[in-house]
């Protein structure tokens, strides 16, 4: 199952056919291992759930777009107003058609 093109935590533990190599201080690993435990996880289930969350938790904020009421009021009039067409807005659509059409 995905979600926003995202696979879910448990679809990504499941289905186990890509591999990823790390190399690390042994502070590091010592620290992995260490919080894996408290979490009762095994260290790679600990790691891949937590990559798993941050990579989503990046990917939304890349994602999303969050306004204050003044940005939002700004965005949302210019959706609401009607675009009018210049001369470099119809040859920017011209130069477009030519090359989709001949490119």
């Known amino acids: 199952m995905k979600i926003q093109g995202i696979l879910t935590m448990d ?4 289905n186990k056919n890509e591999r990823i190599n790390l190399r690390l ?4 690993k010592n620290l992995i291992v260490r919080a894996a435990g408290c979490e009762g996880m095994t260290v790679s289930h600990f790691i891949l759930t937590s990559a798993l969350k941050r990579a989503e938790e990046t990917v939304q904020e890349y994602q ?4 204050n ?3 939002s009021k700004v965005f949302f009039d210019a959706l609401d107003t ?3 067409f210049n001369r470099k807005l ?4 011209k130069e477009y058609e030519e090359r989709v059409t001949t490119g």
């Open 82 to 84: 009607p675009v009018r």
């Open 25 to 28: 201080k042994s502070s590091a």
């Open 64 to 67: 999303m777009m969050t306004l």
């Open 90 to 93: 119809t040859a920017a659509f």
């Open 11 to 14: 679809t990504a533990i499941q």
């Open 69 to 71: 009421e003044k940005d």
